[in-house]
């Protein structure tokens, strides 16, 4: 009897650590002491799976904090991991609520991060929590915010599913002029300027999406006929038109040597320093010609 007091009152002590810690941490991160809370609220947890599941709601709820205040410091590749930690935490303990909130912070960050494949699944589960949730999907303030996330990674040029994000951003309109709550805190007129805004935005990347696979096409199908133009052209010369491309060759080579010749009996040192004799002169001329004429069949193949 009295180890088990011992033990209870050990997980109590641990757990009001915790719960201190946790707080604490909440409370630093309010004040904007992001490295002191991040450290409170790792030791929460410490504290907490001394004596609980780690798949325990509590756990859950600190590991949350600590993904909010990842979030608020800008280190974003964390906070991503942590929040896709919590979120399958509230999935198997079947937490609607939580699940949306985690999986909105989550698909907002990846979006954020311009990471918008990954986003994508996310944003819709969330919509979906968002709907089971509530008693009026047509009506109801709190989809907006899912309806409205999930329009802005799909309308993103990876995904390019337009059609779709306007749908979903016209419903989120529909809501907002409707419904007498807020769901930005602002008023009335600056969120459903703010829907306002989000449904041009994407029907300029709509535009813009169209107007670069038209140019796209247009340059493959161009880049495709130019090939064509010079392979048939390379494969298909007139004889007299490579005898005068030969013929001109020639005529450069024999001028250069005749230029290097020409500097050699006028005595200018650097050719001199290179050719101390004729023969060494026509020599090096020689390799240099075999040089240019390889040089240039290569071009031609």
Request: glycine letters at 2%.
């Amino acid at each position: 009897n009295n180890n088990n007091n011992n033990n209870n009152n050990s997980n109590k002590n641990a757990l009001f650590k915790a719960e201190t810690y946790n707080d604490l941490g909440c409370l630093l991160c309010r004040f904007m002491h992001y490295k002191d809370a991040t450290t409170y609220l790792r030791a929460a947890i410490k504290q907490a799976t001394k004596v609980l599941d780690v798949g325990h709601r509590r756990i859950a709820l600190f590991e949350k904090n600590l993904a909010f205040t990842l979030k608020e410091s800008k280190k974003f590749k964390r906070a991503i991991e942590m929040y896709t930690r919590v979120l399958s935490k509230y999935r198997a303990l079947d937490d609607i609520s939580n699940s949306a909130e985690a999986s909105y912070e989550l698909a907002s960050l990846l979006n954020d991060q311009k990471e918008f494949k990954k986003a994508q699944p996310i944003a819709r589960d969330c919509l979906e929590f968002r709907k089971q949730l509530t008693k009026n999907n047509k009506t109801d303030i709190h989809l907006v915010p899912a309806l409205c996330l999930l329009a802005a990674i799909i309308s993103a040029p990876k995904i390019a599913k337009f059609d779709e994000a306007l749908t979903l951003a016209h419903d989120a309109s529909k809501i907002t002029k409707k419904s007498k709550d807020s769901w930005m805190g602002k008023t009335k007129n600056a969120e459903i300027d703010h829907v306002s805004k989000l449904i041009a935005t994407i029907k300029k990347a709509r535009s813009r999406h169209k107007q670069m696979g038209v140019k796209n096409r247009r340059k493959g199908a161009n880049k495709a006929h130019s090939s064509q133009n010079k392979t048939n052209n390379s494969n298909e010369l007139p004889i007299s038109t490579q005898e005068a491309r030969k013929s001109a060759n020639e005529s450069r080579i024999e001028k250069w040597r005749q230029s290097k010749m020409q500097a050699w009996e006028n005595n200018e040192p650097k050719i001199r320093a290179r050719c101390p004799t004729k023969e060494a002169l026509e020599s090096w001329m020689d390799v240099q010609t075999k040089k240019a004429l390889a040089a240039l069949e290569q071009k031609k193949n």
